[in-house]
């Protein structure tokens, strides 16, 4: 069995005669027994460390690793830079709690700081908080933090991906807001149904840019359609296309959310993740979590601390803006790192590679008989429609080691490409893929 | 120095090929204009700016880290390795669930082993962290009372020592939060918890050991009352590295739990996350849990509960978190784990038993992991306050205890050793808390000094709240 208590036994017994006590039962006598547990806990016997990484390594192998994988909807294979590991691996960063106590927290506090500057230069927005779990709960915070006292209507449009609308949809049972889902059109979120819809009462609007689908909005439009009412505009976005495609503050945006996952970590079977939250400097203190702030010590020194916290659950219990206690920090490091080691020219490069072998990707799949669905500009997902079974598409690919896009429904897949996608691998795919569709 | 004050125009590091297919780029109206202005260093200048960063924090590795509530026990190593393995980094969620067999046996196992160690019949790993947990633990008590039409229940009781995130779940949740009062001796106050109990009430949330430490002996009188009432009961699991393999929350009336695996589970906190907190439940709640299970014998595969909450976040929780978690329990065991609270129990007796003749303990009887002091008394006599002693702790190399909480004690300092700390380091840091006692009546102005040794002095909150400065100005 492994343990990790160091005192031995003669030690423990050692402490507890020092205290004045005969065993450890004798610290759990005042408790009562018939809540006690009887006999043992049923679960296995505890290993050394070389059967318990057998086992591991053995569950492990039960999964599949696809070389190549051609399935984003949400969670996207980018290339990691190894300073990422390396930094996300220092002890005392992973090892450390909460920066609560400034004086030895600097290191994290001024990673963070630094994180929030990224993001905002990312998005265009003015403040960035410390991040939260994943990007579907900054949706959920972010169309949140728009409620106000006469305004509780938030309208979401159809084209966000499914487990997006869920998780706001949770968020939203308890917090009065009301929700409108904009239905789809064509791959895009109904403009006409959006004007008639939106109203004195509506808090916000929410979109996603690229969509569900890979498409580019009308983003700078429907921002024009909130404002007129008076509404926030929420854009959730792709971190990566912001390489390229426009800042949400360009397309007046008043929060910006999004999924930080491509910034450096890895698929991970969906987590830890992390969500990004950016707004105008006007709604900073709606912003929920936690934000670090710049100030000076005793001496004048430049230093960092966690900061507005009059908006927390620990000051303002019930009232709080959020229950939120944590970040995801090592995860808003990994950020840091991947955005600092690429750069600008390696978002910008990464974002380019992305769009461009999608769209060869795209261009390869229509030639050999599947039809692309987007009519619309796209990013890096699009959506093909076949005669053949999703089913059988997939399956003639996952044969040869690779993940193909998302099934959608029988005939519709939802494909995606990034960087890391060679030609070589998109003419292979499309080699399989002919034959299926016999032609 | 900001990492975008070492950038240097032109710096950067080699890290993909040249496009192998013909570039596309977006039209004119949808191409970002406002340019980028991220970092650009070499690889070694970034790699001695992180270094840096790491030197200026403090980790469990770093040193002893009593912060009470908080559970910082050693990070395994094995854990960090299996959660690197590429057969689970490199997992796309929406694989088709044949090619993740490994992944629900993961999900499948820590279910099992969770639900033994707390009595619960079934759990959840979706939710990121304990406050998240706590959210869905009061939808699943919100969706038991709706199926049953039972709809007047509209307040949550939350003991006035409970963590902030209590009430702030709770009106999350839609819920108004009454406060409940201790007793004196710390735990619940039975005759004001059975005046709050009524038809209006939803549930209650609690952790035992309580917030000071202690164990309520009271626990299934309260959890009885609230039953009583046609209320649930909500365990908080911060506390459960006290008491696994001796007592289990289902056994003492809970019906729906959080866990938090990065305390009693030993993964890391990464300066603050990601963590993750699963929510367990008894069987009459499952059918509301969010998410997936895992069901199956031969072949595993996902199953949403009939009447799911739906889903708290995208996927399946912080699936390499869970990794972590899993791989400590299997190394610790059957006998393991309870030994792990075991001596998490000694170890804070030992020190609170070394301390108490100088430092008032808020309640002077045997504590759980964890116990909390009251410096009111030195403050009164020489001006040093909790934070005063916690700075002080930090120039000899020690993290402070949790300050000023639980709200219900004056200037508290909650000390929380864990079990993986030896008696060496729990002897050297007495000798540090008794010291820094003598310095506060000796040499106060000292100690309003602390910390001296850090890489910055006290630093400036009212001054960072009143002119929020939040990022670099390019």
């Excluded at chain 1, 769009?355 to 699009?382: D, P, R, W």
């Amino acid at each position: 069995m492994g343990s990790y208590v160091p005192n031995t036994l003669e030690e423990r017994k050692k402490m507890l005669q020092e205290i004045g006590y005969s065993s450890i039962e004798d610290l759990f006598a005042h408790i009562p027994e018939e809540v006690k547990l009887k006999g043992e806990l049923n679960i296995p016997n505890g290993k050394s460390e070389f059967e318990v990484r057998r086992e591991m390594e053995q569950i492990a192998e039960k999964n599949q690793v696809f070389k190549t994988i051609f399935r984003g909807a949400g969670a996207y294979r980018h290339f990691i830079p190894a300073m990422v590991k390396n930094v996300t691996s220092k002890e005392n960063l992973l090892t450390a709690y909460t920066p609560y106590q400034a004086e030895i927290s600097q290191g994290i506090l001024q990673s963070i700081f630094e994180y929030q500057t990224m993001i905002c230069d990312l998005t265009g927005m003015d403040v960035s908080n410390a991040s939260v779990y994943d990007g579907a709960t900054a949706a959920a915070e972010g169309v949140a933090m728009c409620q106000e006292r006469k305004k509780h209507k938030a309208l979401i449009s159809g084209t966000v991906p499914p487990y997006v609308l869920e998780v706001v949809e949770t968020y939203c049972f308890g917090n009065g807001m009301e929700l409108e889902v904009i239905p789809e059109k064509d791959g895009l979120t109904d403009k006409e149904y959006l004007k008639e819809h939106i109203d004195a009462q509506t808090a916000c609007v929410y979109i996603q840019h690229p969509n569900y689908y890979g498409n580019l909005e009308d983003a700078e439009e429907i921002g024009k359609i909130a404002h007129e009412v008076g509404a926030k505009y929420v854009m959730g976005v792709n971190p990566i296309s912001l390489g390229v495609i426009k800042t949400p503050a360009e397309y007046g945006a008043d929060v910006a959310v999004g999924e930080g996952q491509p910034l450096g970590l890895s698929l991970g079977f969906g987590g830890p993740y992390l969500g990004f939250m950016a707004s105008k400097e006007a709604m900073m203190r709606k912003l929920p979590g936690r934000i670090v702030g710049e100030t000076v010590d005793h001496n004048g020194k430049t230093g960092y601390v966690l900061t507005l916290q009059a908006r927390e659950q620990h000051i303002r219990r019930e009232k709080a803006s959020s229950n939120i206690c944590s970040n995801q920090a090592l995860c808003a490091l990994a950020v840091g790192v991947y955005l600092a080691t690429m750069g600008n020219e390696g978002v910008r490069q990464a974002a380019i590679l992305s769009m461009s072998k999608a769209h060869y990707f795209a261009e390869k799949l229509e030639e050999i008989g599947l039809t692309v669905c987007n009519q619309a500009e796209f990013f890096h997902e699009f959506v093909t429609r076949s005669e053949v079974d999703s089913d059988k598409i997939l399956r003639a690919l996952e044969e040869e080691g690779i993940l193909g896009g998302y099934p959608l429904d029988e005939h519709h897949i939802l494909w995606c490409c990034t960087e890391v996608n060679t030609k070589e691998e998109m003419d292979q795919a499309v080699h399989i893929l002919r034959e299926v569709q016999g032609c | 120095m900001l990492i975008f004050e070492k950038s240097r125009p032109g710096r950067g590091c080699d890290l993909l090929p040249a496009s192998d297919v013909e570039i596309y780029l977006p039209e004119e109206k949808d191409k970002r204009e406002q340019p980028l202005h991220l970092p650009e260093l070499s690889e070694g200048e970034l790699s001695r700016h992180y270094t840096e960063l790491a030197k200026k924090s403090h980790g469990v590795n770093d040193g002893f880290y009593p912060l009470g509530s908080c559970t910082m026990k050693y990070n395994p190593k094995i854990n960090e390795d299996m959660a690197s393995l590429p057969g689970f980094t490199e997992i796309h969620p929406l694989q088709p669930e044949h090619t993740v067999q490994g992944c629900l046996e993961i999900i499948g196992e820590i279910e099992n082993s969770l639900c033994e160690i707390t009595g619960m019949d079934r759990m959840t790993l979706q939710p990121a962290a304990g406050a998240h947990g706590e959210f869905t633990g009061l939808l699943l008590i919100k969706a038991y009372h709706e199926s049953r039409s039972d709809e007047k229940r509209t307040k949550i009781l939350v003991p006035d020592s409970a963590h902030g995130t209590n009430p702030a779940s709770a009106a999350m949740a839609g819920y108004k939060v009454v406060s409940i009062p201790s007793a004196p001796d710390g735990g619940v106050d039975i005759e004001k918890l059975r005046e709050a109990a009524g038809d209006d009430v939803a549930g209650l949330m609690l952790t035992n050991p309580n917030t000071v430490g202690l164990f309520d002996k009271n626990i299934l009188e309260i959890t009885d009352i609230i039953h009583e009432c046609g209320g649930l009961c909500y365990y908080d699991g911060a506390n459960l590295n006290a008491v696994m393999g001796t007592v289990r929350p289902g056994d003492m009336g809970f019906d729906v739990i959080h866990l938090n695996l990065h305390k009693t589970f030993s993964t890391p906190h990464g300066g603050g996350g990601p963590g993750s907190g699963p929510v367990g439940c008894k069987e009459m709640l499952s059918d509301f849990l969010p998410s997936y299970l895992v069901e199956g014998e031969e072949t595993l595969h996902l199953e949403k509960p009939a009447n799911s909450i739906g889903e708290m976040k995208s996927f399946y929780g912080n699936f390499l978190v869970v990794v972590k978690a899993l791989t400590y329990i299997k190394t610790l065991g059957r006998e393991g784990i309870p030994e792990a609270s075991r001596n998490a129990v000694l170890n804070a007796n030992y020190m609170m038993n070394k301390l108490k003749d100088l430092y008032p303990m808020a309640y002077d009887e045997i504590c759980m992991h964890e116990f909390v002091m009251s410096l009111a008394d030195l403050k009164k006599k020489t001006g040093i306050s909790a934070m005063d002693i916690a700075k002080g702790l930090l120039d000899d190399g020690i993290h402070p205890p949790t300050m000023y909480f639980p709200l219900i004690v004056d200037e508290a300092l909650m000390v929380e050793p864990t079990e993986t700390e030896s008696k060496e380091t729990l002897d050297d840091a007495i000798a540090v808390f008794r010291k820094l006692y003598e310095l506060a009546e000796t040499d106060p102005e000292k100690l309003h000094q602390a910390p001296v040794t850090t890489p910055v002095t006290r630093l400036d909150e009212v001054n960072a709240a009143r002119h929020p400065h939040l990022r670099y100005a390019f």
